[in-house]
């Protein structure tokens, strides 16, 4: 659907199936004529009319206001944080317990190739959760400042100073 109005007469408008064309206008022209016939038009087109005069009435298309981006930021920066401390804390239990393994290795104690092989195996885990410590502690930074902007939008009216 288009809608075209007049400059004229810009409270009437004049709606046409399809996209802006010349047929679409021609048909406003039609429609324009007929309301000039049973006299509803208001205004005087005695100086003459075309369908290249019509103006194409577009809707006002509504975007994201920058508070609104900063909104949608907050919201995944914090829903990262909350993904980055689940897995810091699967993982923090059995990194603690291997990371206390890792003293073995600088003592005189005799260990066996099992107890290495299974510090190795370790090692992962331990780094696994370092590096995912590292990220939360990261993102919980961040965090602070999204839980701000969500702050000032929850707010009500009342509540602004």
Request: hydrophobic fraction near 40%.
């Amino acid at each position: 659907m288009v809608q075209y109005t007049l400059a004229q007469s810009p409270d009437v408008i004049l709606t046409v199936p399809g996209k802006d064309s010349a047929k679409a206008r021609d048909k406003a022209m039609d429609q324009l004529i007929e309301l000039m016939e049973s006299g509803s038009l208001p205004t005087d087109l005695s100086d003459g009319f075309g369908p290249h005069q019509f103006i194409e009435v577009k809707e006002p298309v509504l975007t994201n206001t920058e508070d609104e981006d900063a909104i949608t930021q907050a919201v995944q920066v914090l829903s990262n944080l909350a993904t980055l401390k689940l897995r810091v804390q699967a993982s923090r239990a059995e990194a603690m317990k291997i990371r206390a393994q890792i003293d073995t290795l600088f003592t005189d104690e005799v260990v066996s190739e099992e107890e290495i092989a299974s510090l190795k195996e370790g090692f992962k885990v331990l780094k696994t959760y370092a590096q995912a410590n590292l990220r939360y502690r990261e993102a919980r930074a961040q965090a602070e400042q999204a839980r701000t902007v969500l702050d000032r939008a929850l707010q009500s009216e009342g509540e602004k100073t």
